[in-house]
């Protein structure tokens, strides 16, 4: 079975640092996928983690450790458009099912 | 460009009626999935398919069936529809079994059922 847990709703201010944790138990665990979701849109790929470790992409950076099952989404610099849903899936090795934790609501305010 | 494509954008559907959702993927992707999203609940995992004439329950199958005759081509169905079915339905694709490669979704059926 798999179980997600990040929290629904977070707020920060523009230019702050913001991060989204989320932890996971899953079996079959491959790796971790960050997805972005703005209202009314599709999810898009933000970043995958298979090591343990920090992998930075510009101004968002995504962390894995393995042994506990956790993973967080790091976003610097904040801006008014990073205001979206953040999507936390970790990769079973179940031919490539993905499954997907509720989301985090983040709102990003002047 | 990737592209998934899913018939509709917005869908009115009767209760009891048999709702058909279609979506494409122009990417020779393996692997295709639906899910529905609702508020507080997230995204869920209905079916997904590795590929064509394979399929695989995922966390909310019942009410559903889902077809895949083509590569392409991953169909929804709601075999007789119910106001609990009211939702956005998400399709989306990725390619093979090997690891980290995203998926790719379409825009997303808001179907209602009245």
């Known amino acids: 079975g798999q179980n997600i847990d990040q929290p629904t709703e977070m707020t920060a201010t523009e230019g702050a640092i913001v991060q989204i944790n989320c932890t996971y138990q899953?079996?079959?665990?491959?790796?971790l996928f960050w997805y972005q979701q703005h209202a009314g849109e599709a999810p898009t790929f933000l970043s995958y983690?298979?090591?343990?470790g920090l992998e930075e992409k510009g101004r968002f950076s995504s962390f894995l450790s393995r042994s506990k099952g956790y993973s967080y989404l790091l976003l610097k610099e904040l801006q008014m458009k990073d205001s979206a849903s953040y999507l936390c899936?970790?990769?079973?090795?179940?031919?490539?099912?993905?499954?997907f934790g509720q989301g985090t609501e983040l709102s990003v305010k002047p | 460009d990737v592209k998934v494509t899913q018939s509709s954008r917005y869908l009115v559907k009767r209760t009891g009626e048999k709702v058909f959702l279609e979506c494409v993927q122009d990417?020779?992707?393996?692997?295709m999935f639906w899910y529905r999203q609702d508020p507080g609940l997230g995204l869920r995992l209905i079916y997904f398919?590795?590929?064509?004439?394979?399929?695989e329950k995922g966390d909310i199958p019942e009410g559903y069936s889902v077809s895949r005759e083509k590569k392409e081509r991953f169909s929804l169905i709601l075999e007789s529809a119910s106001t609990n079915q009211t939702s956005m339905y998400l399709c989306?694709?990725?390619?093979?079994?090997?690891?980290?490669?995203?998926?790719?979704f379409g825009q997303g059926t808001r179907l209602t059922v009245v």
């Open positions: 899936a970790p990769e079973s090795n179940q031919g490539g099912k993905l499954i």
């Open positions: 989306a694709s990725s390619e093979d079994q090997a690891t980290g490669t995203e998926a790719f």
């Open positions: 990417m020779d992707h393996e692997n």
């Open positions: 983690n298979v090591l343990d």
């Open positions: 398919s590795y590929d064509v004439k394979m399929k």
């Open positions: 899953t079996s079959g665990f491959n790796g």
